[in-house]
């Protein structure tokens, strides 16, 4: 039996520990993870914490409604058993909430049919091989800028400062992003200072010769899976190969304890190709998107 239980109530150990252990295994889903990123959530739970569906939700005009936060990337259902029907809990989410955006993760195999999902894609590729192999597959472009790079005497510093890396990406990406609002960077800061306490995530910084920061990533670890959760360039620098750079770096460091590398990536074209060029491939997933509102509400988060 499915029951939908609130933040206040839920059995925490049983609960990451369903994460933890689960088929779908994510850091996004942990409890700790949550509180820090989502204003409100709740969590599905199959049973003795069998299966578990976070549902990070929101508030407005006294309307509850499901909205991923940023900073996170999957979430859906987190199973001890491949025979559970997720279906189920599509049922019950939507009983209890009429607007409905998540993203599921990668692992949870459904009828992409369903008039509620939307297909979308993220790059990985793969570390099995190790870094040689990784490197084979680079184009001519991002060979390219490693020469450049390397010409250009970038190097790399590990365990940088999270306020480094958040002020590089406020001034740059965040400029063309208005939606992400200053609460969002204290989110941010709160959440890697915890993960890297954790021992889940690095910061790792480019520097020119000058010791300018050009680059800089934040990156998560769980179980065999590295991904980038947030990076950023010095856009007024950008022909010196800086974030090719970054990338080469972290794939090499993390070869020898990864499978997957996760670039956190994106369904537009143009990010795509951009990490298919590292001899990235495309990994599948769905969103679900549900409006049952009544229709005087239908624009109620404009």
């Not at 022909?239 to 997957?260: P, S």
């Not at 369904?267 to 298919?276: E, G």
């Amino acid at each position: 039996m499915i029951k939908y239980i609130k933040r206040k109530d839920l059995e925490v150990e049983k609960y990451d520990a369903c994460i933890e252990n689960s088929l779908q295994s994510r850091v996004y889903a942990f409890s700790w993870y949550l509180d820090i990123v989502a204003e409100n959530w709740d969590v599905l739970v199959l049973d003795d914490y069998k299966a578990v569906m976070p549902i990070p939700w929101k508030k407005k005009y006294f309307i509850k409604y499901v909205h991923p936060p940023l900073w996170l990337l999957e979430l859906g259902v987190f199973s001890l058993d491949a025979k559970v029907n997720v279906q189920t809990y599509f049922k019950t989410l939507f009983r209890v909430f009429r607007f409905v955006e998540s993203r599921l993760n990668t692992d949870m195999k459904i009828d992409a049919n369903s008039d509620f999902l939307e297909s979308k894609e993220m790059q990985v590729a793969s570390l099995e091989h190790g870094y040689d192999a990784v490197f084979n597959k680079y184009r001519k472009d991002r060979k390219k800028d490693l020469l450049k790079a390397n010409k250009l005497g970038l190097n790399e510093k590990w365990t940088d400062s999270e306020l480094n890396l958040i002020t590089l990406f406020k001034n740059n990406v965040g400029k063309r992003t208005p939606n992400i609002q200053e609460t969002d960077y204290i989110i941010l800061k709160k959440l890697m200072a915890t993960c890297i306490d954790k021992g889940v995530g690095d910061v790792l910084s480019i520097h020119d010769n000058n010791d300018h920061l050009v680059a800089s990533g934040f990156f998560l670890k769980h179980k065999k899976t590295v991904t980038i959760l947030v990076s950023s360039t010095d856009f007024k620098n950008r022909k010196n190969g800086a974030n090719t750079f970054l990338i080469d770096r972290a794939i090499q460091e993390y070869d020898k304890y990864f499978d997957i590398f996760n670039f956190g990536g994106s369904s537009m074209p143009s990010v795509a190709k951009y990490f298919f060029s590292f001899g990235g491939n495309s990994l599948n997933y769905q969103q679900i998107k549900l409006n049952r509102l009544p229709f005087l509400f239908r624009l109620f988060k404009k």
